[in-house]
């Protein structure tokens, strides 16, 4: 490693003289000669198993899809104060209001008044390093900043505690004629002892242990993380992911409490895989219970997750042009393992963290996919996987053509329009963010 510049010096240069010995090498020039072709080292074709799509769903007429974003604005100098801002938007759309608009240059104003009566905002702000909160921590301001966010009632009133409601809806399984009388012990933020929890549909309360104020999302953990006065950057966007689930999961409470049969007209998208690392699976495993409760009601609520990103992505990349049109593949564990993760790990891929069995699905040659579809079970089923375990996939399969975007490759239009809302970076609001953190990071 050579040195970095500093403010007097310039960095040093690395030599590159002594690459010359080392591509004398044969070994090293079988593997320059390898590098260049790029039909070596494809995984194994008997491996991949690609299957017909069925065709006798009947397609969801209401589609929610949800998408955050995260800025972190960090001050160059030291001591580099940061905050971090996260948005995030549900957005609603019916098949009707999607045959209107235009799939290759949709009407800018068409898609604002989709917007106006159709999405719903939560944005909320954190201090990560060196932003003074008077009379508090930045490790105390951060845990009742998340309470205080999960508790919004949004920037328009609309959500007006939704969130929160459905939060607790999910882990003290409401959704169940026997609910969970109280939460599963966590960490205390304040004695770090695992003795933390809440009783039944509290939000706030004592540690048993030592008696200090505990919120219901204290029960994620960021909390083990932070520091009195530093929170990584990691802090923000797992507060963004939980907070995505608990949007996609308000609709489907909503429609649970009051009317289950819409549901078996919707599609609930999300931007990102079904899955929620580290600490935050404590939400999956409630989940997956919520997907098979539902399912033995035969309310078979559909749900992806898209991945436009990450290695089942790249992995697309290899496979996918090869597979043959309107196909499915879904990889065992052993194959995703050693062809995707290419780990030595044993145990099952995911199986506290996911709650969506990973799917390949290739419609024709620009639209292949990685989605995420529950299957209601831990470990998702990836032993021995069929498409039989893959909750509502029918009418999800029936669903996706027609809202296929001819704008990007594998795009979703609903995604697509999430994510046009939720942008924090192609908004004109980065610019507007940076300009009022400007003061409250320079003080
Ligand atoms: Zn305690």
Known sequence: ?????????????????????????????????????????LPVSSKILWQNLPNSGNEANIIFSTDGSLQVIENRQPPHKAIAFVKTVLFKIDQHAISKLDRETPNPFAIRDLM????????????????????????????????????????????????????????????????????????CPHCKENVAT???????????????????????????????????????????????????FTPIRYFWETNKDVLKNCLMIKDGPLSLRATLAKLAAPIRRFFRFAKESEVEIAM???????????????????????????????YIRSEIQHSNSIGIYGQDTNYGAKVFIKYNDY??????????????????PSSANLIAFERIIATLPKILSNRYEGALFPIELANGVASLSTYPSAKVLKLFSKDAIEK
Not at 26 to 37: E, G, Y
Request: aromatic share 10%.
């Open 1 to 41: 490693m050579p040195y970095q510049g500093g403010n007097r010096l310039p960095a040093e240069k690395a030599s590159k003289l002594g690459h010359l010995d080392v591509i004398r090498s044969p070994l090293v020039q079988q593997l320059c000669k390898n590098f260049n072709d790029p039909n070596c080292c």
């Open 116 to 187: 106006s009566d159709s999405a719903l905002f939560h944005a909320t702000a954190f201090p990560l390093r060196h932003a003074v909160i008077p009379g508090k921590t930045i490790y105390h301001a951060v845990r009742e900043i998340i309470y205080e966010s999960i508790k919004d009632k949004g920037l328009n009133d609309a959500i007006d505690g939704a969130i929160m409601e459905t939060l607790k809806w999910l882990v003290y399984e409401k959704w169940n004629p026997t609910p969970k009388t109280q939460l599963e012990k966590f960490g």
């Open 198 to 248: 809440l009783q039944f549909d509290e939000e706030k309360g004592k540690c048993p242990g030592c008696n200090g104020e505990i919120y219901i999302t204290d029960m994620f953990g960021l909390h083990l993380n932070m520091q009195d006065d530093f929170a990584p950057n990691q802090v923000a966007s797992d507060y963004m992911s939980v907070n995505e689930t608990l949007m996609i």
């Open 304 to 334: 992806i997750g898209q991945e436009k990103s990450g290695m089942f992505y790249d992995h697309l990349q290899l496979i996918g042009n090869t597979a043959p049109n309107y196909s499915i593949f879904i990889p065992n564990n052993e």
């Open 367 to 384: 639209h292949k996919m990685v989605i995420n579809i529950p299957t209601g079970e831990k470990g998702e089923f990836v032993n021995n």
